[in-house]
């Protein structure tokens, strides 16, 4: 058997030059490049005691619905861990470790009572907070009873409840943070609301977090000309009459917040008079806030804010969830194209491929209610054809490995936001950006009064075709800079009056493009 090649092949270059060429530019080359080397464990592993999972516990968390909260307990994996979700008849909300803490037996078959959960096992009864209440000794053995349950108590997570997501803080109970209550109201307009929902995706959750950063991928994932032979099924932006969405955006990626966040700016031609510019922001651990993603950039519009926003919480190491919410509304659907029935669980309106199960398959056949099987390998759902046909999001995530390997990446310069998100995730686990760690983001946002500003914004800027293509290219990347730089004077201001010191600081960047 002969042995592979070292690092350059024997081979030379074509028309004679003598170079040698490497390995992995081979033609059919692939046996020197057939070896896949471990994925990065310092991000994408989660569980107790890994280095992004200790980060990660120390940020609040949406770990479920809550339409998941019946009559039931609600069995949860979150990072690894074996959990129990329930409301008791008090109206508390517990998120519990599932193994009875007396002798493992699982909590999900236990019942609901007006105060915490009984185990099934040994009538065992522990409150939200994991306190024993209740063991059920004989007669006349109260009082050991009594002593028995002040000597153990079951694994517990505080969480509470907001607008249908159950939230839980993991990690140590002297290091909890505030919620972050984004801008107060995360931005909703008078007559807007937060819809919740929750996707669950085959893969590790930091290629779903990569996904989001990675504004340039609708150019061919989301277009028309992705779709075999007109085998349409929702997944692209012109079918929803978003054309704009798919024109290649000019990327600039600023670290903002000192490096807490990631501001993903991308200015696109909408034609001849407009220029669209969105700004996308990743917050770390997990969480992403987006603009509009329906835009058509048919006028102006200015200061426009969140559509989605939306947390990817690990499963454990090989899945995960978009959890989160779709703001809808006439205030941020200024095209009215949302559709509220179909947001929720497993479900969301806004492309279809977000999830394993395709639309045809889940509408008719349940209620919003009730709660759907997720299929446990996709390349076995009976819509698989169709997938390939039209691919969504979630086929382009789940495909890169149960794993994402990023030593087998080549990335090109439209990269470099989830780049720059990883390196910030990094930091932020390492505490070589103390602003990053843990303990630095709980200060700050305890420092902001619990109520930070995003830097998500969709914006129609009126702003006409400069006279050269290099010129172009100029203005479009000052238009980016300088809205980010705005919106960053902007960050000590709240509410109505920062809005409209943004709107009127746009006004002018706008001006300044007509003047030249």
């Known amino acids: 058997m002969t042995e592979k090649f070292d690092k350059h092949d024997d081979q030379r270059g074509a028309g004679g030059n003598g170079a040698a060429v490497p390995k992995k530019l081979i033609a059919y080359g692939g046996y020197y490049t057939n070896n896949t080397p471990n994925h990065d464990p310092e991000l994408t592993e989660t569980g107790p005691g890994t ?46 470790h599932a193994h009875c803490c007396h002798r493992g037996a699982s909590l999900e078959y236990g019942a609901i009572q007006e105060k915490g959960i009984k185990c099934c096992y040994h009538g065992m009864v522990f409150d939200v907070d994991g306190a024993c209440l209740h063991v059920p000794f004989p007669a006349g053995e109260e009082k050991e009873g009594e002593k028995y349950a002040c000597s153990i108590r079951q694994g517990a997570y505080k969480a509470f409840e907001r607008h249908g997501l159950v939230f839980a803080y993991m990690g140590p109970p002297d290091e909890e943070p505030p919620f972050p209550e984004w801008e107060q109201n995360f931005t909703v307009m008078e007559g807007d609301e937060l ?46 009459g978003a054309a704009s969405m798919e024109v290649a955006p000019d990327m600039q990626f600023i670290p903002v917040h000192q490096g807490r966040s990631l501001a993903c700016a991308g200015a696109r031609r909408v034609n001849d008079d407009r220029m669209f510019l969105r700004i996308q922001h990743q917050v770390l651990p997990n969480l992403s806030l987006h603009a509009y993603t329906s835009e058509d950039g048919s006028a102006k519009k200015l200061f426009s804010r969140f559509h989605i926003v939306r947390w990817t919480v690990p499963v454990d190491d090989e899945n995960s969830k978009m959890i989160g919410w779709r703001v809808m509304g006439p205030g941020i659907d200024t095209r009215g194209v949302g559709d509220k029935s179909m947001v929720g669980y497993e479900t969301i309106d806004f492309l279809e491929g977000q999830v394993a199960m395709r639309r045809p398959e889940r509408f008719g056949k349940y209620k919003l209610e009730d709660i759907p099987p997720i299929p446990s390998n996709h390349r076995e759902r009976h819509n698989y054809k169709e997938a390939q046909y039209a691919p969504g999001d979630y086929e382009a995530i789940i495909s890169q490995r149960p794993i994402a390997v990023h030593s087998l990446e080549n990335p090109t310069k439209f990269d470099a936001g989830l780049y720059a998100f990883r390196k910030m995730l990094r ?48 203005n479009r990347r000052k238009l980016a800079r300088e809205a980010v730089a705005i919106l960053t004077e902007a960050d000590k201001l709240k509410g109505k009056e920062r809005a409209d010191f943004v709107t009127a600081r746009f006004e002018q960047l706008e001006q300044s493009f007509k003047e030249q």
């Open 51 to 96: 280095p992004a999972g200790e980060y990660l516990r120390r940020f609040w968390h949406p770990v479920c619905m809550s339409l998941e909260l019946t009559d039931t307990p609600r069995f949860l994996k979150i990072m690894g861990e074996e959990l129990v979700a329930f409301r008791d008849g008090s109206g508390q909300v517990g998120v519990l």
């Open 195 to 240: 819809v919740p929902y929750s996707n669950f995706q085959h893969c590790n959750w930091l290629q779903v977090q990569d996904n989001a950063a990675d504004n340039f991928h609708p150019t061919a994932l989301h277009s028309a000309k992705n779709v075999v032979g007109g085998q349409f099924q929702g997944t692209t932006f012109d079918e929803v």
């Open 427 to 474: 930091d932020g686990i390492r505490g070589t950006n103390p602003q990053a760690a843990a303990a630095g983001f709980a200060q700050w946002l305890r420092d902001v009064g619990g109520e930070p500003n995003s830097y998500c914004t969709g914006n129609v800027f009126n702003m006409p075709r400069a006279a050269t293509p290099e010129q172009e290219v100029i």
